[in-house]
């Protein structure tokens, strides 16, 4: 009889695509069974790993502050239990801000999870390395500040149109090319055009005072745009041919890369030029500013808030949570930012390393229900009036001048009870606030978006 697909599960070995190659091998050369036995050593399968029986322990730094954000806590705590079964997870916390992403056992927003010797593409998920980065004007004119910010920075899909690009470095490009994830000339080109770029969602550009000194701050929130989303995607890919090796029980979304294969060091490095793009993104955006209104910055610092962080073999995914231990940022230059919404102040902070945080604190307000829920909420009422409500004494603008009311502070949980849960759990300290004079966001970029405008024919 011929050997088959059959033969080689009787024989302990799991469908693979090899199987074909082999099967006709062991046909053509009419093997015997301790000759097969031989031949197939060569595809000896890992032993498969199965996920944690009992969910990993991981700490609560949430409660619900009202019956409106009771289904929110429950779910956040839900989807922890089911992910902290993962086989490579040995410890988590959720923040105050945490919101879920999806069903239960996706990571949610605010939390923060260790795995050892793994790097899991799904819990940066496509806005790799999202940011926020500060640069104090000294005592400029928010008004002006945020006048020189608007023609200069850049909202929506896509990147910048042609002779409004701003330059990407030539040794970032370099390194590109020199990574097997990143050397993809049609993402390079990509990382070119979306320099200088914002996005849309819940990135902006915001513009107050400090409260300690008086000076004018602008800061910037957004990620590594379409490069991060590439690389996410490729990313995402490995991991599920690992996921299918190795514990084809993880859920899809929870699979990882072994960061002690060559795939792994490679998507580490990637990881990091892809953080060095952003950070060159957000200073090319600072940069234009300060170059439009002829001014030297006095000081400047950033931080990620969706990102991994490696400590030894211990690999730290924060998806919205802001890292306060030194060892996480190579780059360290100041304090941390934590952004609330465009009504309230961004907090300047400090922190270390305690039993609850992990080395980290909340990102921002989060939200307690969906953009689509919260624009029901307000269906009584006018765009216009909602508008008005929300931003009166601040200088709010869309870029697409079109309001997104899913961006407006009702839009987010509780700026108050934030902060109150940082104190109430001891995450970081409060050094300063950044007092809201306006922002910029992109807007309803689905509004008017091309693809939704139908085709004019011309008549024959």
């Known amino acids: 009889m011929e050997f088959n697909g059959n033969n080689l599960i009787e024989l302990g070995y799991r469908p693979a695509k090899w199987f074909k190659e082999a099967i006709e091998f062991i046909n053509e050369n009419n093997l015997d069974e301790n000759q097969i036995k031989i031949y197939l050593e060569q595809f000896k399968q890992p032993e498969l790993i199965p996920l944690h029986e009992i969910a990993k ?33 040995i410890n988590g916390a959720i923040m105050p ?15 923060v999870v260790v795995a050892k010797n793994a790097i899991h593409p799904g819990f940066h998920s496509a806005d790799i390395c999202c940011s926020v980065m500060l640069t104090d004007f000294g ?24 002779g409004e690009q701003m330059p990407m470095s030539q040794e970032l490009m370099d390194a590109f090319r020199e990574n097997d994830f990143l050397n993809d000339e049609k993402l390079i080109s990509i990382a070119r055009s979306h320099m200088g770029t914002q996005g849309d969602g819940n990135h902006f550009l915001f513009v107050g005072i400090s409260k300690n000194t008086g000076n004018t701050m602008l800061v910037t929130h957004h990620g590594s745009r379409a490069p991060g989303a590439a690389l996410y995607d490729k990313g995402m890919k490995v991991a599920n041919k690992f996921r299918m090796e190795i514990s084809p029980e993880t859920l899809k979304e929870n699979a990882w890369i072994p960061y002690e294969t060559e795939e792994g ?9 892809i953080r060095k793009w952003t950070k060159e993104n ?27 962080f490696k400590d030894g ?20 230059t100041g304090p941390r930012l934590i952004p609330l919404n465009m009504a309230e102040p961004v907090l300047i902070v400090k922190g270390t390393t305690n039993e609850r945080n992990l080395g980290f604190a909340p990102h921002g307000a989060g939200r307690n229900f969906s953009r689509t829920q919260h624009k029901k909420s307000l269906a009584h009422k006018t765009i216009e009036e909602v508008f008005a409500e929300e931003t009166k004494g601040l200088d709010v603008r869309f870029f697409t001048n079109e309001i997104d009311i899913s961006e407006l502070p009702t839009a987010y949980k509780s700026a108050r009870n934030v902060r109150a849960q940082i104190e109430e759990y001891g995450l970081c300290e409060v050094l300063d606030e950044v007092i809201p004079y306006g922002c910029i966001m992109a807007g309803d970029v689905q509004k008017n978006a091309p693809w939704k405008k139908k085709k004019k024919f011309r008549k024959a």
Not at 140 to 162: I, M, N
Request: hydrophobic share 35%; proline share 6%; charged share 25%.
């Open 265 to 273: 060091k490679s998507y580490w490095e990637a990881l990091q030029l």
């Open 313 to 332: 073999d211990l690999f730290y995914h924060a998806k919205g949570a802001t890292p306060l231990d030194d060892k996480f940022m190579p780059d360290i």
């Open 57 to 89: 322990d991981f700490v609560i730094n949430i409660r619900a502050e009202h019956e409106s954000e009771n289904d929110n806590v429950e779910k956040v705590i839900n989807t922890m239990e089911v992910l902290m079964k993962t086989p490579t997870l």
């Open 97 to 111: 801000d945490a919101c879920p992403t999806g069903p239960a056992g996706h990571i949610p927003v605010g939390g």
């Open 139 to 162: 005592k400029a004119d928010p008004k002006e500040v945020l006048d020189a910010a608007h023609s200069a920075t850049h909202f929506g899909y896509g990147g910048r149109p042609r």
């Open 282 to 308: 957000h200073i090319s955006i600072h940069d234009a500013v300060l170059n439009k209104l002829e001014i030297e910055k006095e000081d400047r610092y950033w931080n990620e808030h969706n990102f991994v």
